[in-house]
């Protein structure tokens, strides 16, 4: 429709274009919409959920002041840092950073999904807005934009041939992170089966992890221990991050301190993501090989939510629809893949008021 063999450079540039305005422009909108009907300004905004700890890692260098302060990795609040420099303050720069990094990463989902979809554009549409955690958390000072940002350009890089620079973009996303790891399978597999030498290959694996390895150096000099962060992740988790698989959703759904508007929420972000998992296994078998890919992305993201737990607040079934979120890239096109052009848009354009009301919802309730 936007890229056939025939269309001019500056058609080929459009559809990118209108994604990115799209993306931006709905959230603008949502974000200023919320503050106006809640009456709020960009400090209090910045100060919901992990708020707070990133406007603090940003403010202070060295920066990590005190190990207390490493539970986050470093990666989003120094971009803050450096946005801050061009804004009227930091909570500014951390909003602008967040809406900038979700309404690329829509546009960098849409440029990859043009090699595994005919309905790429309305599908990065679809993206733009839902999971309404995802449009949500792209309005909040939260790492998870800029992370899905840096991990759908490694993949697209890759996609292009670029498995060095790709290896680097993954290593970034890793630092923003740590989930960046659950990323390695599919990276894996894509580095293997591109044309690259041996040499090259083992380069951009290696990347990655050295990036890491220079964090965990910081960390021992810092505060004499590389594992400074998950010792501190403990404590907030309560000592424990596992359990028997499934355990946080059958406690959480008989919990009676959980709201009760949140568990039909989690129930439906369960069906949402595993079904879309189940329904992308069943076609991969079935003649979409191409995304063996994806299901190595979703994949991860989903097992590992199945064991998370914490002892103290039910973490695991409180934060599902957050954690479950890195993998929504794939779980859309297996859920929305072969439907109609104009169904997608009609579903795009009906899930743009609702997803306001969310947002509207979530900022009400902090």
């Known amino acids: 429709m936007f890229n056939g063999p025939n269309t001019s450079r500056m058609t080929r540039i459009r559809p990118p274009l209108i994604l990115f305005l799209i993306a931006v ?32 890692l940003a403010t202070h260098w060295p920066l990590y002041p005190e190990p207390q302060s ?39 989902y849409g440029q990859i999904l043009t090699r595994y979809s005919e309905q790429w554009f309305e599908i990065a549409l679809v993206f ?30 890759i996609e292009k041939g670029g498995t060095l620079s790709s290896g680097f973009v993954l290593g970034l996303a890793c630092l923003t992170r740590l989930f960046g790891i659950l990323l390695f399978p599919a990276f894996l597999f894509k580095v293997l089966r591109s044309r690259d030498h041996s ?9 990655p992890c050295a990036l890491l390895a220079g964090l965990g150096v910081y960390f021992t000099a810092r505060f004499g221990s590389p594992l400074v962060y998950f010792r501190e992740h403990n404590r907030l988790w309560g000592g424990s991050y596992f359990s028997i ?48 890919v994806w299901i190595l992305w979703a994949l991860p993201f989903l097992l590992l939510q199945t064991l998370l737990h914490g002892q103290g607040i039910n973490w695991g079934f409180i934060s599902s629809p957050r954690l479950m979120m890195p993998a929504a890239p794939a779980i859309l ?7 109609s052009r104009k169904r997608l848009y009609l579903f795009f354009a009906l ?9 509207v919802a979530e900022f009400r309730a902090q």
């Open 25 to 56: 422009t709905l959230r603008s909108a949502s974000l200023l919409f919320s503050a106006y009907w809640l009456k709020l300004n960009p400090a209090r905004i910045a100060s919901f959920q992990d708020g707070p700890s990133y406007i603090y």
């Open 70 to 108: 490493v539970i986050h990795f470093p990666l989003y609040p120094l971009v803050i840092r450096f946005f801050s420099l061009f804004t009227p303050s930091v909570e500014v720069a951390a909003l602008v950073v967040s809406l900038l990094a979700g309404a690329m990463a829509v546009t960098i």
């Open 128 to 157: 733009s807005v839902f999971p309404f955690r995802w449009f949500n958390i792209s309005q909040l000072v939260m790492s998870e934009s800029l992370f899905l940002l840096l991990a759908l350009f490694s993949l697209l890089l």
């Open 199 to 207: 040499f090259k290959k083992l380069v951009a694996l290696l990347v």
């Open 245 to 292: 698989p499934f355990s946080a959703y059958v406690e959480g759904f008989f919990d009676p301190t959980i709201s009760w508007y949140r568990k039909p929420y989690v129930a439906f972000v369960l069906l949402f993501y595993f079904g879309g998992l189940l329904i992308g296994l069943i076609r991969w078998r079935r003649g979409r090989a191409q995304w063996a």
């Open 333 to 339: 096109l297996f859920w929305l893949d072969g439907c």
């Open 351 to 359: 899930l743009i008021p609702l997803a306001f009301i969310y947002n």
